[in-house]
């Protein structure tokens, strides 16, 4: 149990295109995703957390209006990096948080973005 | 910033424990101590967690002093596979939830 699944798990795109992100937990109903992005040898760091049905609450120095998050169901969390920039380049992580008793976060497999 | 510190790296033979310390000595009363680990280019995968007592599950076993200032992941038979980056996280149960990573250990296991 608890899967969390990401689509697609790798994008290429040209700079200025926007790239959507999905974040599926299969097995549970998530009511809190988070979102989180990797650079070669560094850690995770945090983006942004998003709660079902409310906006997302962004970490001090991530552009909201960059990266658009909607949790639009319990299962669904969709990340949108628009107008991207080869430095939006990165390895892009949810995780899903069950609601029911368990606090525990599980983690998606990632999505590699590569903007050219 | 993370409320943990680990070890940069740390290497083990194939077969024996491997014991990774975590430092948290700032961990509020209600905050629980969470392990991950990180395969290369994979998500982090959940480890295992706790308060106050030890706790054992089918992968490791999570050793938590009695004042909370630190904790040790033991993997008791460590295996090649083993081979990834351990994070120590510390995480309330309520708010925000919020998971905020260190720089982790990285864990080589060696034939």
């Known amino acids: 149990g608890a899967v969390v699944s990401q689509h697609p798990s790798w994008v290429i795109c040209k700079s200025g295109t926007s790239v959507k992100i999905e974040c599926r937990s299969l097995d549970f109903q998530a009511t809190t995703m988070f979102w989180y992005r990797q650079f070669p040898k560094q850690s995770l760091m945090l983006m942004a957390t998003s709660n079902e049905g409310s906006k997302a609450t962004y970490e001090q120095g991530v552009e909201k209006d960059k990266f658009l998050i909607n949790h639009a169901s319990l299962t669904l969390s969709t990340l949108t990096v628009t107008s991207a920039h080869p430095e939006d380049s990165s390895f892009y992580i949810c995780?899903?948080?069950?609601?029911?008793?368990?606090?525990?976060?599980?983690f998606g497999p990632g999505t590699r973005l590569t903007v050219t | 910033d993370a409320k943990t510190t680990q070890p940069p790296s740390m290497d083990c033979a194939e077969g024996r424990a491997a014991n990774l310390p975590c430092n948290h000595s700032t961990i509020s009363g209600n905050e629980y101590v969470y392990w991950y680990r990180q395969i290369h280019s994979q998500g982090p995968q959940y480890i295992i967690h706790?308060?106050?007592n030890n706790e054992t599950n089918e992968m490791a076993s999570l050793i938590i002093t009695e004042d909370r200032k630190s904790s040790t992941l033991i993997l008791p038979h460590a295996t090649l596979r083993d081979t990834a980056v351990y994070y120590c996280i510390v995480s309330s149960t309520s708010g925000t939830y919020k998971y905020i990573f260190g720089t982790g250990t990285r864990l080589k296991v060696l034939a």
């Open positions: 995780s899903a948080r069950d609601g029911q008793g368990r606090n525990e976060q599980y």
């Open positions: 706790g308060l106050k």
